[in-house]
């Protein structure tokens, strides 16, 4: 029987990362990679699928022995050192500068159409 104890250390520590690296809550590793969603790239969702599939397998004994333990352990590594490189303030940081780029975008073209309209009109 293979011992569930490494699994369970290693996407509990995988859904830590995820809390601390993302602020994603969640009440296990499953529901925090689902809450993840688009915040991770296709291969980091790909690897973490992969983690969470394992995580229920072993849950029950029989299917325990189907999950391959190296090809859970490459994709606990490679969602690991994505959420590793996240630097969480610099990403509160951009996310903050992409929205005020956003909003002044967006009175920038408020203010050429309400220019435009008045040009029209004869105003200007």
Do not use: C
Not at 4 to 12: D, I, L, S, V, Y
Not at 25 to 48: E, I, N, T, V, Y
Not at 94 to 113: E, Q
């Amino acid at each position: 029987m293979i011992d569930p104890k490494p699994f369970q250390g290693k996407t509990a520590e995988l859904a830590q990362l995820l809390q601390d690296r993302l602020g994603i809550r969640g009440k296990g590793f499953s529901a925090k990679l689902r809450r993840a969603g688009r915040d991770l790239p296709r291969f980091a969702r790909r690897a973490g699928a992969e983690v969470a599939q394992a995580e229920v397998m072993m849950t029950h004994p029989r299917l325990a022995a189907l999950v391959d333990a190296d090809r859970f352990n490459r994709a606990a590594t490679v969602l690991g050192d994505h959420l590793k490189g996240i630097d969480p303030k610099e990403r509160r940081k951009t996310m903050l500068l992409h929205r005020i780029a956003s909003i002044v975008l967006n009175l920038t073209l408020l203010g050429l159409a309400v220019y435009a309209v008045l040009w029209a009109v004869g105003r200007i």
